[in-house]
């Protein structure tokens, strides 16, 4: 009975960890403006940038709680992908139903957050 307490305070310890905060990047207003159509992203994607190597140390799921779920992903080999998030407005608010915006991402303002085959942040850019 008494390992059984020990392992139940030991999970919940961990379950607990807190969410990753980055100066002057609200959360919130993240979330709140998907695909950037709302242009409130911009003013943060600076500070994002700024602060990489906090994000450099976290996984997938800590990037949702941190950023929300991303606007759109890309799947590589070898179980690696990137998250990627609009912060200006473009096309994809214009046309939000249109897949083939997302497509040619090589003109549209983008977060690029690459994670590698250990589900850890490996490279942040923008474009």
Known sequence: MKKII???FC???FACKE???LD???SKIWKNDRMACKNERKQMVQSILRQKEKLKKLGQNAIIKLLGKPDYQELQGRNQRTYIYFYEKGEPCEKP???TH???LATSKIL???FNATDMVN???IQ
Do not use: G, P
């Open 102 to 104: 997302y497509a040619n």
């Open 11 to 13: 999970c919940s310890l």
């Open 97 to 99: 139903n249109n897949v």
């Open 123 to 125: 490279e942040i850019t």
């Open 19 to 21: 969410v990753a905060k």
């Open 24 to 26: 002057n990047v609200d």
């Open 112 to 114: 690029k957050i690459r």
């Open 6 to 8: 020990i392992l139940l």
